[in-house]
């Protein structure tokens, strides 16, 4: 299996940045793709940014308007979501994901990250 330990959220007012950071152990041969989703409370889990290990094919969500950049560091095994010009609306827990070539779903996950975003 893969493990996955997330960090970096934290408390930042409106127009802030922060950098989350995903490293990743384990068995991680079997991972091709890591994403991050995220969760605010009484809504849906929705995928923010994804980008694949051996390959800069990468996906942004449309909200994201060019705020956030997903990148990865192979060496590390670490993912990163650098994260500028926040809103409250970013304000929820954010995950780190990885996607499995055997089963092509993402399935597994780490504890989450929490982020606030006040005005």
């Known amino acids: 299996q893969v493990q996955l330990v997330e960090s970096g959220g934290g408390s930042v007012q409106t127009g802030g940045s922060l950098r989350l950071s995903c490293a990743a152990s384990?068995?991680?041969?079997?991972?091709?793709?890591m994403g991050w989703f995220r969760q605010a409370p009484g809504k849906e889990r929705e995928l923010v940014a994804a980008?694949?290990?051996?390959?800069?094919?990468?996906y942004y969500a449309a909200f994201v308007k060019g705020r956030f950049t997903i990148s990865r560091d192979n060496a590390k095994n670490a993912v990163y979501l650098q994260m500028n010009n926040l809103k409250p609306e970013d304000t929820a827990v954010y995950y780190c994901?990885?996607?499995?070539?055997?089963?092509?779903?993402?399935?597994?996950w780490g504890q989450g990250t929490q982020v606030t975003v006040s005005s």
């Open positions: 994901a990885s996607r499995s070539r055997p089963t092509g779903v993402y399935d597994y």
């Open positions: 980008i694949n290990w051996n390959d800069y094919s990468t």
């Open positions: 384990g068995r991680t041969f079997s991972s091709y793709r």
